[in-house]
C-alpha cells in the first residue's frame, strides 16, 4: 500500500502574551491566519490557548480560528477541562473537516504544574491515525513519567500509527529517556527544529514526531514578524508521511 501524507502544525500560543508582554488574542489569530493556515495544515495544535489557573478559562474564538484556517475545532464537553475552557489544560486540537473521527479521549498527566493531552483517532484517506497533542513538564524526570502514562494509554488503544505533537519541553535534540522505546512501547521519530525563544530560537521544544513507518518530512519553524510578536515560541510546520 502506497504511503499518503498529512500536514501536521502545532504552536504553544502563550496564552496570547506576546514578546512585548502584552496579551492580546486578535494578535495570534491574526498570526495564525497569516503565518500558519498558508501552510495548508490539515491537523492544528495549539498549547497554551486557555488560561493557567482555573477554571482555565478561554482565551480565543474558535469560529474566528476556523473561519481563518479552515480547519475545524473539534472539542466537545467531554473533552475541554470544564464548560469556561475551549480545550484540556491549554491544550486545543483543530482538524481537517474530511477527517471522519472515531476517538477522542484526555489524559491528566502528573506535576507540579498540570499537564494534558488530548488523544484523537480518525481515519484519514482510508487509513486509521491517532493524533495526540500535549504540553509536558519542564522538569525531564516528569517528562519522562508522563511519556510512559502516554505510552501506556497507546497501549492500551487498537494499534495504529500515532503522532504526537506539542510543546514538549525536551531541549536536547537526542531526547534522552523520555522518548526511548523500552519506556513508551512507541519509536517516535522526528527532527528537532529550534522553536525557542521566538526572537532568537535555540531551543528544540516543540516537537513533531511520528512512530512505526511513518516520516517528519520538511519540518521548519514559521518566522514571520507577526508570529514573534504572538508568542514566545514559534509555530512548527513538517508534513508526516502515513503508513
Known amino acids: 500500500m502506497q504511503g499518503t501524507q498529512l500536514r501536521c502544525a502545532t504552536w504553544n500560543v502563550h496564552r496570547a502574551k506576546g514578546h512585548d508582554g502584552r496579551v492580546d488574542p486578535g494578535r495570534v489569530v ?13 491537523v492544528l495544535a495549539l498549547q497554551e490557548a486557555d488560561g493557567e489557573c482555573r477554571p482555565h478559562a478561554s482565551i ?13 475545532y473539534i472539542h466537545g464537553p467531554d473533552s475541554r477541562w470544564g464548560d469556561d475552557s475551549d480545550g484540556f489544560l491549554g491544550t486545543i486540537l483543530f482538524l481537517s473537516p474530511g477527517m471522519r473521527r472515531t476517538w477522542m479521549d484526555v489524559l491528566d498527566l502528573p506535576g507540579h504544574c498540570h499537564r494534558g493531552a488530548v488523544s484523537v483517532e480518525v481515519m484519514h ?15 525531564q524526570p516528569l517528562r519522562v513519567v508522563q511519556m510512559r502514562i502516554i505510552g501506556q494509554y497507546v497501549r492500551r488503544r487498537p494499534a495504529m500509527q500515532t503522532i504526537l505533537l506539542g510543546d514538549l ?12 522505546r523500552a519506556l513508551t512501547g512507541m519509536d517516535l521519530q522526528g527532527p528537532a527544529c529550534r522553536s525557542f525563544p521566538s526572537s532568537r530560537p535555540l531551543l528544540p521544544l516543540d516537537r513533531i514526531m511520528t512512530d512505526g513507518a511513518g516520516q517528519v518530512l520538511d519540518m521548519r519553524a514559521v518566522r ?20
Do not use: C, Y
Open 169 to 180: 519541553n525536551e531541549w536536547r535534540p537526542w531526547g534522552g529517556m523520555m522518548f526511548n
Open 224 to 243: 514571520t514578524r507577526e508570529v514573534v510578536e504572538a508568542s514566545d515560541h514559534l509555530p512548527l510546520v513538517a508534513r508526516v508521511t502515513i503508513r
Open 30 to 42: 491574526a498570526a495564525l491566519e497569516q503565518a500558519v493556515a498558508p501552510e495548508r495544515p490539515q
Open 60 to 72: 480565543f474564538d474558535m469560529a474566528d480560528i476556523e473561519k481563518r484556517t479552515g480547519l475545524e
Open 125 to 139: 484517506e482510508d487509513r486509521p491515525l491517532r493524533i495526540i497533542s500535549t504540553h509536558l513538564s519542564l522538569s
